[in-house]
């Protein structure tokens, strides 16, 4: 059974910064690829980051030159650095990972940015 546990979300006023965890309970490498995504009240869960099993990443336009998707394959850990927030980055994030044709979705953690 394939676990995905995020922890790291909090309350930031608006300029700071935090950093999302995601703990697999498997190789990282057995997945194609992990990616962060977001849900705000009202509205769509969008994808935030994600990045394969090579290495290479992509980001959603909004998040551009703040956020960093990076990944410690010994922890079997990924990691979103989130910079420069501001309040419509306020949402619950999930990690979420592909193996083959199978989802699996961490339970989410809230990110509140307010002053």
């Known amino acids: 059974q394939v676990q995905l546990v995020e922890s790291g979300g909090g309350l930031v006023q608006p300029g700071g910064s935090l950093r999302l965890s995601c703990a697999a309970s498997?190789?990282?490498?057995?997945?194609?690829?992990m990616g962060w995504y977001r849900q705000a009240p009202g509205k769509e869960r969008e994808l935030v980051a994600n990045?394969?099993?090579?290495?290479?990443?992509n980001y959603a336009e909004s998040v551009k030159g703040r956020f960093a998707i990076s990944r410690d394959n010994a922890k079997n850990t990924v990691y979103l650095q989130m910079n420069s927030l501001n309040a419509e980055d306020t949402a619950v994030y999930y990690c979420?990972?592909?193996?083959?044709?199978?989802?699996?979705w961490g339970q989410g953690t809230q990110v509140t940015v307010s002053s």
């Open positions: 979420r990972s592909r193996i083959g044709v199978m989802d699996y």
């Open positions: 498997v190789s990282i490498f057995t997945f194609n690829i």
């Open positions: 990045i394969v099993r090579s290495g290479t990443t």
